[in-house]
């Protein structure tokens, strides 16, 4: 199968930092395949952020090439990013919610950007609720939710464009097992449904119950 | 509806609940712009009706050549004659002495003052309009008359005209530069205005970034705001303007007595009602423009 994202000696190194220290990923190279499930593993620090930084374009690499379905993410033109984006799920480790909004109008925010009118939009914001469990929480503040909750608020934001890719930072990080679980069931269900997966999560523990592939970073490397 | 419209309604509800939400900050922008909008607005109005003056009068300069007061009608006759033989005169016209009184005495409260007085005061006098307008042709035949016999002065009507022409000229330069610098001043204002809203906005902005949003679309609410806070500052200045003109016509109408001035003097005139409404809407715009494009530059989900 075609490689959705493919790493290829992509090094990231921060404007700053020490003179010849550490890059944050060095000479980075992997693939992920359309339809896979993969984890990306490693202590914090491992630079599993830069990798999502580096494909939602919110960075650009010092070196090397990362392609998303056959983009060059690197080289593309700022003009060209936010249709990038509007094709990725997007979890992040910071959750990113806007707090003087309904979860309805965080889950709309995507949709709202590309122009879908109120009524498709809607519509397609209470089928994401819907998958994630919150429904009945639509005319809610995020604040009033769980962190298990807000936690689906985001998953339910970055599936509401249907992407192909979900890239998930961390989903369960702050979550206990029981929660943790829940959301990993619903990725699971994603991928089910044929969509690429990569997770980052440095809990061992969860790849235990929910076995898949595995790239493990340490140091800003990739360990064989 | 269309995906494009869809979007800009959006963006123009945006505008509006903002506006909305800090009404007192809204409103007294909009009166700071106004206030600095009305002071060229007004100017320009003033300047348009005082060149519209110096125009009627432009076309064709007129010389009053005063007699002396002891001559008789023959010596007038004389005089007439003189000029009328004399190339380069267009128009000659007499005011005896007898008719200027009577022109007085009908004019209402003049005849009283008049009536104190012990005969006619008034010489006889003639009214000559020049062939050529040229300046140099009415000062050679200012003084060619001036060295006839019995007259005692000579008065051209062109140079209080040529003083009101530079006037004019004077008024329509600051005018236009008060226009000019003012209109900075609704840019910076919109620009600082739009910097407030975009600062508390910040997180909106990024979080929107990193879900797709195209800079034109995180720009869209601003620009409406920018553009919407312009008009009605523009508005707001035209009805400020339109007052004050209401009340020069007025004041003027009430000197028309005394003074010969065409009714409805100062206009605001509908290309002056447009250049400062939609102007200040594109200045307003250009503000808002400038300030998100700082932001998005500074700090956004894009690389650079």
Known sequence: MAATISFSGVTKRYAGGPA???????????????????????????GKSTVFRLLAAIERPT????????????????????????????????????????????????????????AEGARRVRAALDKVGLLGRERSNPVALSGGEQQRVCIARAIVNRPALLLADEPTATLDAAYADAILELFCAFHAAGTTVLLATHDTSLIARFPGRQIALAQGRVQQ | MSAWAALHRAALADALAHAARTPFASLLSIGALAVALALPLAGSVVVGALSRVAARFDADPQISVFLRREASAKD????????????????????????????????EGVRDLLAGLPGNPLPDTLIVAPADSTRAAIDALRTELLQLPNVAAVQVDAAWVERLEAFVRTGRLIATGLALMLGVAVVAVSFN???LQVLTRARELDVAALFGATRAWLRRPFLYFGALQGLAAGGLSVALVGTFVA??????????????????????????????????????????WLSVREHLTAHSSAPG
């Open chain 2, 193 to 195: 205005t739009i910097r």
């Open chain 1, 20 to 46: 010849g220290g550490r890059a944050a990923l060095d000479n980075v190279s992997f693939d992920v395949a359309a339809g896979e499930f993969v984890y990306l593993t490693g202590h914090s620090g491992a």
């Open chain 2, 247 to 288: 009340i020069l016509n007025q004041g003027l109408r009430a000197g028309a007595a005394i003074a010969e001035i065409p009714d409805g003097f100062a206009t605001l005139t509908l290309e002056l009602v447009l250049t400062a409404s939609l102007g200040s809407a594109v200045l307003g715009w250009v503000g808002a």
């Open chain 2, 76 to 107: 007038r006759q004389a005089l007439e004659k003189a000029i009328r033989s004399r190339p380069g005169i267009k128009t000659l016209k007499v005011i005896t002495k007898e008719q200027a009184l009577a022109d007085l005495q009908a004019t």
């Open chain 1, 63 to 118: 070196a090397g090439t990362l392609l998303l379905n056959a983009q060059n993410v690197g080289r593309m033109s700022v003009a060209a990013i936010p249709f990038l984006r509007r094709n990725l799920g997007l979890v992040l480790q910071d959750q990113r919610l806007l707090y003087d909004r309904t979860v309805f109008d965080n889950v709309m925010l995507p949709l709202a950007v590309a122009g879908v009118t109120p």
